[in-house]
C-alpha cells in the first residue's frame, strides 16, 4: 500500500490547471474560488493593519486634546443629592435624589454639585477623582494608552474579519452546491450501472 501523498500535493493535484481527469468542470471551479478567497484573505491584511493604525493614531490625537483641555479634580461622594438641588416643595421625596450617585467637587467657579454614575456603588464621604471641561462639568476621562491600543486591534480584526467572513461563507455555500451537484450525478450514473453499454455489475 502506497503512503498517502503529502497534503501540498495533493492540493496540487486538484488545482484548475491539475491534469487529473476525475476533476470536472464545478470541481476545477471551485478549486479557482478558493485560490481567489485565500488571495483575498491575505490581500485585506495590510488593509485591515492600515486602519488599525489611523485609528491608533486618531484616538491617541483625540486624547491628548482631551488631556489639554480637561483636568481631574478630586471629588467627594455625597450619596442622596443635598436638599439644595431637590426641587422646592419636594424635599426628600423628590426623584432627582432617589440616586446615590452625588458628588461635590471645587472648581476655579466655587463648589459644585451634580451626579457622576460610578459614585453609585461608592459610600458617601469617599473620594474619587473626576474629570471636567473648561466649563467645570464632569466628562469621560480620557483613554489610556493600553485601552487605545486595544481598540486599534479590535478594529484592525473586525476590518479583517468581516470581509473575510462574506468571502468564505460564500465559498463553502459553493462548495455545498457543488456537493450536492456530485452526490446526484453521481446516483444518477450508478442506477445506469449494468445497463448501459460495456458496463457491467457481474
Known amino acids: 500500500m502506497r ?13 484548475p490547471w491539475g491534469r487529473n481527469r476525475l476533476l470536472r468542470g464545478c470541481d476545477r471551479i471551485e478549486a479557482g474560488l478558493t485560490m481567489l478567497v485565500v488571495a483575498f484573505v491575505l490581500t485585506i491584511v495590510p488593509f485591515a493593519a492600515a486602519y488599525g493604525s489611523v485609528t491608533y ?17 478630586e471629588a467627594t461622594v455625597l450619596g442622596l443629592a443635598p436638599l439644595q438641588v431637590l426641587r422646592p416643595g419636594a424635599e426628600g421625596s423628590s ?55 486595544v481598540t486599534a486591534v479590535l478594529a484592525a480584526v473586525a476590518v479583517w474579519t468581516a470581509p473575510t467572513a462574506v468571502a468564505c ?7 455545498r452546491r457543488n456537493e450536492h451537484r456530485r452526490l446526484t450525478q453521481w446516483e444518477d450514473e450508478w442506477r445506469t450501472v ?3 453499454p460495456g458496463w457491467s455489475v457481474d
Not at 493614531?57 to 479634580?73: I, P, S, Y
Not at 461563507?169 to 462548495?175: A, E, K, N, Q, T
Open 57 to 73: 493614531g486618531t484616538l491617541a490625537a483625540q486624547a491628548q486634546q482631551q488631556r489639554q483641555t480637561n483636568r481631574h479634580v
Open 169 to 175: 461563507v460564500g465559498l463553502y455555500g459553493f462548495h
Open 95 to 149: 426623584r432627582a435624589g432617589d440616586e446615590p450617585d452625588w458628588v461635590q467637587w471645587s472648581t476655579d467657579g466655587g463648589l459644585q454639585i451634580g451626579r457622576w454614575a460610578p459614585a453609585i456603588d461608592m459610600r458617601p464621604g469617599e473620594m474619587l477623582e473626576l474629570w471636567v471641561d473648561e466649563n467645570g462639568t464632569p466628562v469621560a476621562a480620557p483613554h489610556s494608552g493600553s485601552d487605545i491600543a
Open 194 to 196: 449494468g445497463t448501459t
Open 3 to 15: 503512503p498517502e501523498p503529502p497534503l501540498l500535493v495533493r492540493l496540487w493535484r486538484r488545482a
